[in-house]
C-alpha cells in the first residue's frame, strides 16, 4: 500500500483559492490512479474528482467542475487538487487516495480507493 499524506488546507474566504498536495511514498506511484474525496461535518463522505496514472484522464463532481483542477506530477510522487472559486459549502475534510488494478480508472466509490491520507481541513468563510 501507499502511503500518502495531504497538505495545504487553511482558512480562506469565498471565491478564493487553495491548492491542495498530496505526496505519495512506498509504493510506485505512477502505478496508481488518484483520487480526491471530502467529508463535511455531518455528512458521508463523498467523491471529488479523479484523474488517473498517467494524468491524461480526470473526471470531476458535478458540484466542483469547472471551479477544481485534479493534476498530478509523477516525478513528484504527489497529486494536486486546485480549487477556485470556493464556496462555504466546500468547507470539509479533504482525502486523497489511491487506487489501483485492472479495469476503467474512473472509480468514483470509496471501495476501490485502497490508501489513504489522513485529510486536510479546508473552510471556506462567508
Known amino acids: 500500500q501507499v502511503h500518502l499524506v495531504e497538505s495545504g488546507g487553511g482558512l480562506v474566504q469565498a471565491g478564493g483559492s487553495l491548492r491542495l498536495s498530496c505526496l505519495a511514498s512506498g509504493g510506485t506511484f505512477n502505478t496508481y490512479h488518484m483520487g480526491w474525496f471530502r467529508q463535511a461535518p455531518g455528512k458521508e463522505r463523498e467523491f471529488v474528482a479523479t484523474?488517473?496514472?498517467?494524468?491524461?484522464?480526470?473526471y470531476y463532481a458535478d458540484f466542483v467542475r469547472g471551479r477544481f483542477t485534479i493534476s498530478r506530477d509523477n516525478a513528484k510522487n504527489t497529486a494536486i487538487l486546485q480549487m477556485n472559486s470556493l464556496k462555504p459549502e466546500d468547507t470539509a475534510v479533504y482525502y486523497c487516495?489511491?487506487?489501483?488494478?485492472?479495469?476503467?480508472?474512473?472509480?468514483?466509490?470509496?471501495?476501490?480507493?485502497?490508501?489513504w491520507g489522513q485529510g486536510t481541513q479546508v473552510a471556506v468563510s462567508s
Open positions: 487516495a489511491a487506487t489501483s488494478g485492472g479495469g476503467s480508472w474512473l472509480r468514483t466509490a470509496e471501495s476501490y480507493y485502497g490508501s
Open positions: 484523474i488517473n496514472w498517467s494524468g491524461g484522464n480526470t
